[in-house]
């Protein structure tokens, strides 16, 4: 069976820095992908982030290119988010998602797994 542990979320003031991760148990980590979506209240679901574990390529959001970074860790079977500069419009609950095969769209329905959210919340 497949998991998805996501953490590290919290609350941070504009222009503080955030890393969420997430754990996998069960899942092959290998020529796959994960990615992290976000929902902010009464907005719709977005995609912030892909990687793909078996080539390390990346894709972001505009809205938060240059801000946020991507990260697998093969040994830990762990993806991490490094977010920097945060911006209230960044607030929201942060979903980890995973795929088996390489999958670089932002699209929900597309993946395979999904785990819990995480809160993030910045204001001042």
């Known amino acids: 069976e497949v998991q998805l542990q996501a953490s590290g979320g919290g609350s941070v003031q504009p222009g503080g820095s955030l890393t969420l991760s997430c754990a996998t148990s069960g899942f092959n980590f290998d020529d796959d992908s994960m990615a992290w979506f976000r929902q902010a209240p009464g907005k719709e679901r977005e995609g912030v982030a892909i990687i793909g574990i078996g080539d390390s390529s990346t894709y972001y959001h505009y809205s938060v290119e240059g801000r946020f970074t991507i990260t697998s860790d093969d040994a830990k079977k762990t993806v991490h988010l490094q977010m920097n500069s945060l911006k209230p419009e960044d607030t929201g609950v942060y979903y980890c998602?995973?795929?088996?095969?390489?999958?670089?769209?932002?699209?929900?329905?597309?993946?395979?797994?999904w785990g819990q959210g995480t809160q993030v919340t910045v204001s001042s």
């Open positions: 998602v995973a795929k088996f095969g390489l999958n670089y769209d932002f699209n929900w329905d597309h993946y395979d797994y």
